[in-house]
C-alpha cells in the first residue's frame, strides 16, 4: 500500500503564497491519479485538485482555479500544489490522497484509496 506525508503548510498573509508536497512511499506514485482536499474548521471536507499518473491532465475546484497549480514529479515521487493569492477562507488542513482513477474529475472522496495525514495551512487578514 502507498503511504502519503504532507509537507509545506504554515502561517501565511493574505495575498501569499504556500507550496505544499505530497511524498509517496511504499509504492510508485506514478501508479496512481492524485488529488489536493481541504478541512475548514466547521466546514465539510472539499475537493481542491487532482492530477493524472502522467500529469497530462488537471483539474480544479472553483475555489481554486486561476490561484492554485498541481504538478508532479514522478523521478522525485512527489506531488505538489502551488497555492498563490492566498485567502483566509483558504484556512484549513490539507490533505492528499491517491486514486486509480476510475473516472473524470475524481472528484469525490469515496473514489480514493489512500489518504496522508494533512498538513495545516492558515491564512492572516
Known amino acids: 500500500q502507498v503511504q502519503l506525508v504532507e509537507s509545506g503548510g504554515g502561517l501565511v498573509q493574505a495575498g501569499g503564497s504556500l507550496r505544499l508536497s505530497c511524498a509517496a512511499s511504499?509504492?510508485?506514485?506514478?501508479?496512481?491519479?492524485v488529488g489536493w482536499f481541504r478541512q475548514a474548521p466547521g466546514k465539510e471536507r472539499e475537493f481542491v485538485t487532482a492530477i493524472t499518473r502522467s500529469g497530462g491532465s488537471t483539474y480544479y475546484a472553483d475555489s481554486a482555479k486561476g490561484r492554485f497549480t498541481i504538478s508532479r514529479d514522478n523521478a522525485k515521487n512527489t506531488v505538489y500544489v502551488q497555492m498563490n493569492s492566498l485567502k483566509p477562507e483558504d484556512t484549513a488542513v490539507y490533505y492528499c490522497?491517491?486514486?486509480?482513477?476510475?473516472?473524470?474529475?475524481?472528484?469525490?472522496?469515496?473514489?480514493?484509496?489512500?489518504w496522508g495525514q494533512g498538513t495545516q495551512v492558515t491564512v492572516s487578514s
Open positions: 490522497a491517491a486514486t486509480y482513477g476510475s473516472s473524470w474529475p475524481p472528484a469525490s472522496g469515496y473514489e480514493y484509496v489512500a
Open positions: 511504499g509504492r510508485t506514485l506514478s501508479t496512481y491519479t
